[in-house]
């Protein structure tokens, strides 16, 4: 996790900035973006309501965000290569704090989900330039491990705190507040950056206009749009429909990486996937991901459509994994990490997610919190907290100093992935087996809840599957893991 990454562009600063407020500027930007993909999920109903979403019609409020932000993350980190990374962030922050206003006033279907559109071009504007900002501020061993640290703390417990948000902002003030709030965070995150941030300015044979591959950034940008599109609706076509689509982002897949082949100037080098740490680090992430996702988003249906908690109750449920991520990420991270390297960090923190989905596999229909539900979630908060900084170290130190902003973007897709794919999966798995038990003649919330079970179940097989992934791949010396 410590391993030094240099700065891939040198740094001319017209003034002495503080590397912990550039730090904090980078922090908020993500924390905004991060709330935002999570703080929809309990407003959805007073959403359809209000503006009369058919239920697979709704899906496209969250839909309509992860595809462009999923999509762009890859060729935007490049970009911010070539063009500079202060440029991107500061533009990724100004496009996402004008469409969640268009977001907050929208009164008509097709201007929410456009709106939503164009904040998943601005987030991904934001976030994937973010690592390689991060690891070029802080390159030293203790440091860097202490910035990622604090990094993943405001990721994570951004993501709980965005369910706990959405609930009390629509039940307070109504769901256009969700988006709203975004306003002053974005204003005050967007000066302070320009005044924080140190100027990166990249030497001008290095370029947008000499480097850049326009057909590659099209084949990839499409390929992996079309991907999280055929994952987040895989739910709602037919099968044959499903591998049509499948089989065309294959297809765009395969003519990018044959393109990056032949290209003179590649906009991906495929010689960055030949790195142990940066290809495995992803793997593990995308399974690891799916496997929170399951949590989060099933775990909030169980406590509302199980145990019959409305949302701002819901909110609060989850408030315990922000608060204990928050902590022993800012607390205890980096120094464990520092103490016994990165490899043995993660298996431990993945070993914990294990446990904690085993047991939400256990909830049953009468279900007590305190009982059912808490302990499973502290496990799973503080496996968490263990394995997303040493994983991100791993990752972001398998890449050259001149790829740090193109390994941020793909760390980031394929948190996209991992979480698109493992909310689809999971929510067809509960939901066939409860349709299947409802035909059979089983009462309604027993279904429900043995359809949870049942997806919790398999996100633990997940987990074990990301835990032996990282003990075959990721093992590195001792000497580089500390």
């Known amino acids: 996790m410590s391993a030094p990454v240099q700065s891939p562009v040198p740094v001319v600063s017209r003034r002495v900035h503080s590397r912990w407020a550039a730090l904090a500027v980078l922090c908020a930007g993500t924390l905004m973006t991060i709330l935002d993909g999570n703080i929809v999920t309990v407003a959805m109903p007073a959403i359809q309501s209000d503006l009369g979403f058919s239920t697979p019609g709704l899906a496209w409020v969250v839909n309509a965000y992860l595809i462009p932000f999923g999509g762009l993350l890859l060729l935007v980190g490049r970009l911010g290569d070539l063009m500079g990374r202060k440029r991107m962030f500061t533009s990724g922050l100004a496009v996402f704090t004008a469409a969640s206003v268009l977001c907050g006033v929208a009164d008509d279907r097709a201007v929410l989900i456009a709106a939503r559109a164009l904040q998943g071009v601005g987030g991904a504007m934001t976030s994937a330039v973010v690592l390689g900002m991060l690891v070029a501020l802080f390159p030293q061993g203790r440091e860097q491990a202490t910035a990622i640290a604090v990094f993943s703390a405001v990721g994570a417990a951004g993501g709980a705190l965005g369910t706990f948000l959405g609930g009390a902002l629509t039940q307070a003030f109504g769901w256009h507040w969700i988006f709203l709030i975004n306003l002053p965070i974005g204003?005050?995150?967007?000066?302070?950056?320009?005044?924080?941030?140190?100027?990166?300015?990249?030497?001008?044979?290095?370029?947008?206009?000499?480097?850049?591959?326009?057909?590659?950034?099209?084949?990839?940008t499409g390929a992996l749009m079309l991907t999280v599109y055929v994952i987040v609706g895989s739910g709602e076509r037919e099968v044959p429909h499903t591998l049509l689509l499948s089989a065309l982002a294959l297809a765009l897949l395969a003519a990018f990486v044959?393109?990056?082949?032949?290209?003179?100037?590649?906009?991906?080098?495929?010689?960055?996937?030949?790195?142990?740490?940066?290809?495995?680090?992803?793997?593990?992430?995308?399974?690891?991901?799916?496997?929170?996702?399951?949590?989060?988003?099933?775990?909030?249906?169980?406590?509302?459509?199980?145990?019959?908690?409305?949302?701002?109750?819901?909110?609060?449920?989850?408030?315990?994994?922000?608060?204990?991520?928050?902590?022993?990420?800012?607390?205890?991270?980096?120094?464990?990490?520092?103490?016994?390297?990165?490899?043995?960090?993660?298996?431990?923190?993945?070993?914990?997610?294990?446990?904690?989905?085993?047991?939400?596999?256990?909830?049953?229909?009468?279900?007590?919190?305190?009982?059912?539900?808490?302990?499973?979630?502290?496990?799973?908060?503080?496996?968490?907290?263990?394995?997303?900084?040493?994983?991100?170290?791993?990752?972001?130190?398998?890449?050259?100093?001149?790829?740090?902003?193109?390994?941020?973007?793909?760390?980031?897709?394929?948190?996209?992935?991992?979480?698109?794919?493992?909310?689809?999966?999971?929510?067809?798995?509960?939901?066939?087996?409860?349709?299947?038990?409802?035909?059979?003649?089983?009462?309604?919330?027993?279904?429900?809840?043995?359809?949870?079970?049942?997806?919790?179940?398999?996100?633990?097989v997940v987990a074990v599957g990301a835990l032996g992934l990282a003990t075959l791949v990721l093992r590195t010396p001792r000497q580089e893991d500390a």
């Open 187 to 220: 204003v005050v995150a967007l000066v302070a950056a320009v005044r924080v941030l140190a100027d990166d300015r990249p030497d001008p044979d290095t370029g947008v206009a000499r480097n850049a591959d326009h057909v590659g950034a099209a084949l990839i």
């Open 258 to 460: 044959l393109r990056q082949a032949r290209a003179s100037r590649p906009l991906l080098r495929l010689g960055l996937f030949r790195s142990r740490l940066l290809s495995g680090a992803n793997g593990v992430q995308i399974l690891m991901i799916a496997t929170m996702y399951g949590f989060q988003f099933i775990g909030a249906l169980y406590l509302q459509r199980v145990l019959g908690y409305d949302e701002l109750t819901t909110g609060l449920a989850f408030l315990p994994a922000p608060v204990a991520i928050g902590v022993l990420m800012l607390g205890l991270s980096a120094r464990v990490v520092s103490r016994f390297g990165a490899y043995r960090v993660l298996l431990s923190g993945l070993v914990l997610i294990v446990a904690g989905m085993a047991l939400l596999g256990r909830a049953p229909v009468d279900g007590v919190y305190v009982r059912d539900v808490l302990p499973p979630m502290l496990l799973l908060a503080v496996g968490f907290a263990a394995a997303m900084p040493a994983l991100t170290g791993l990752a972001m130190s398998g890449a050259r100093e001149e790829d740090a902003g193109l390994a941020s973007g793909l760390f980031n897709t394929t948190q996209v992935v991992g979480g698109s794919l493992g909310l689809a999966a999971l929510s067809v798995l509960a939901s066939a087996r409860t349709d299947v038990l409802l035909g059979e003649g089983a009462e309604a919330v027993a279904a429900t809840a043995d359809g949870y079970r049942l997806a919790f179940r398999v996100a633990a």
